[in-house]
């Protein structure tokens, strides 16, 4: 079921809450631009890839739960406004009992632990034939305490390098990332992300002549 013209309006507030989602529709989709897209742990009907207009993507946000902790946070990835920029990723459907249990579940990952709020977003499926959709994202704003904010590349993979948090090693959630990318968007050149990732692996250029690719596969395998 499609959303109605008046949930549309209410999401420019940015402020929404599950309970407001809830009473609203039987059908919701989710936005995933960083962990979601290869770790969703929620169930879910079906998936897209795609994208959304107007927004980049940026290590912008720090973490000091999943991928860091109090002393040393980490970098994670939040959506910053962009009119000339999209950024890509996976659209979850949830459906029915689904959407109260996914949300009740992003809403401690995303936005008690992680600072985050929502909004709605135009979504872009990549296959032509596939209609536009309205989906929830979450985003980190520069008012949220744990809000690193801009860096250069090499700071910001200085402190991906040295970050862990519950989940495990900050590194990890970069790779994958780009992993993602790479695979399902191969088309897409995310200059931020790779430049980071490039950066993250000069840092272990001292592996000595391993190619970048079986640097990847160690730097997995040690976090």
């Not at 059908?27 to 107007?54: E, H, M, T």
């Not at 135009?122 to 596939?130: A, L, N, T, V, Y």
């Amino acid at each position: 079921m499609p959303l109605p013209a008046s949930f549309f309006q209410h999401s420019q507030a940015n402020k929404m809450k599950p309970h407001d989602i809830l009473k609203e529709k039987s059908s919701l989709w989710i936005f995933g631009y960083g962990s979601l897209v290869w770790k969703p742990d929620f169930a879910y009907k079906k998936s897209k890839i795609g994208y959304i207009n107007g927004y980049k993507r940026r290590f912008w946000h720090g973490d000091d739960f999943y991928r860091g902790d109090k002393e040393k946070p980490g970098r994670v990835v939040t959506l910053v406004e962009d009119q000339e920029a999209c950024t890509w990723g996976v659209a979850y459907e949830v459906t029915d009992f689904q959407i109260e249990e996914s949300l009740q579940y992003l809403n401690m990952r995303e936005v008690v632990l992680g600072g985050y709020i929502t909004e709605m977003v135009e979504f872009i499926p990549k296959e032509k034939s596939h209609a536009p959709l309205l989906a929830l994202v979450y985003i980190a704003t520069s008012d949220n305490p744990i809000y690193l904010g801009p860096a250069s590349d090499m700071e910001i993979a200085a402190q991906i390098a040295i970050s862990r948090g519950n989940t495990g090693h900050n590194i990890e959630y970069l790779i994958r990332l780009a992993e993602f990318m790479r695979l399902y968007c191969p088309e897409v050149e995310d200059e931020h992300l790779f430049s980071i990732e490039a950066a993250v692996l000069n840092i272990f250029s001292d592996c000595g002549g391993i190619k970048p690719s079986e640097q990847i596969t160690l730097l997995l395998g040690a976090v």
